[in-house]
């Protein structure tokens, strides 16, 4: 079994859809730049409101993945 290095990235996606929406679209796009991601922790969480409702999501996330050798 190989010894592997780890590198985390913040990014913050958003939707107008859903939380879950708002991770998604931020790690499919750490997925068109990054290789080997390999998990994600939520930071943050907030959204916008208007009129009383939510507009829109904002989710902070940290993406892990594996340094190649």
């Known amino acids: 079994m190989s010894e592997h290095v780890y590198k985390k ?7 107008p859809i859903s939380s879950d929406e708002a991770v998604k679209n931020a790690i ?5 730049t990054l290789k080997n991601l390999r998990w994600f922790e939520v930071t943050e969480t907030r959204g916008h409101l208007k009129n009383g409702e939510i507009s829109h999501w904002q989710v902070t996330v940290k993406v892990g993945f594996t340094l190649e050798d």
Request: without cysteine; proline residues 0%; aromatic residues 0%.
């Open 9 to 15: 990235v913040e990014l913050t996606g958003s939707s």
């Open 28 to 32: 499919a796009k750490a997925d068109e």
